[in-house]
T-cell receptor, first 114, second 114 residues
């Protein structure tokens, strides 16, 4: 079975540009979460979507947005990129929302902002 | 506000011996805890989890212990193998974020030597 897939693998952008990252969850999983991991830290929660609705949002500015499609895939959008947005962006899927619910991660998208 | 802490950034252990990784948390509302392993250029891989109603969970070479009164959990790997060399993250969810947002520690780099 295919795991969580993310595209692209790597991305280089310049300050002020916009970026869209994509994620396909494990088949049958209806919840997708996005995390940002900067070097030396653990992943930080950005968003969770379940059944196409936003269930939670982390402490990130409004430049970050996301959506989930009817096939449960998801996009993360970041506007007006800053140097500090350079990070590994991870997508995780799970069967449902809520606690007691393992999240399975994709390989991530490495974003570099110059 | 770092609610999940892994105070040991690195751990070196001999092949065949026990690896013990520690994690502390501050939010008493957390009710579900997970351990993930991460290799470079890959996303975190789910290892094992424990709910707050238990104090121990085993899966093969991996055992997680939870001490709720001390707000402390640990992961034991026995016996350690060279393939266990990776960064290990402790994560927690629960409380007001009942929709399953994970909060991660900063990780512990484990190196298993021959």
């Amino acid at each position: 079975d295919a795991g969580v897939t993310q595209s692209p693998t790597h991305l280089i952008k310049t300050r002020g540009q916009h970026v869209t990252l994509r994620c396909s969850p494990i088949s049958g999983h209806k919840s997708v979460s996005w995390y940002q991991q900067v070097l030396g830290q653990g992943p930080q929660f950005i968003f969770q979507y379940y059944e196409k609705e936003e269930r939670g949002r982390g402490n990130f500015p409004d430049r970050f947005s996301a959506r989930q499609f009817p096939n449960y895939s998801s996009e993360l959008n970041v506007n007006a990129l800053l140097l500090g947005d350079s990070a590994l962006y991870l997508c995780a899927s799970s069967l449902r929302t809520g606690s007691y619910n393992e999240q399975f991660f994709g390989p991530g998208t490495r974003l570099t902002v110059l | 506000d770092q609610q999940v802490k892994q105070n040991s950034p690195s751990l070196s252990v001999q092949e065949g011996r026990i690896s013990i990784l520690n994690c502390d948390y501050t939010n008493s509302m957390f009710d579900y805890f997970l351990w993930y392993k991460k290799y470079p250029a890959e996303g975190p891989t789910f290892l094992i989890s424990i709910s707050s109603i238990k104090d121990k969970n085993e899966d093969g070479r991996f055992t997680v212990f939870l001490n709720k009164s001390a707000k402390h959990l640990s992961l034991h790997i026995v016996p350690s193998q060279p393939g266990d060399s990776a960064v290990y993250f402790c994560a927690a969810s629960g409380g007001t974020d009942s929709w399953g947002k994970l909060q991660f520690g900063a990780g512990t780099q484990v190196v298993v030597t021959p």
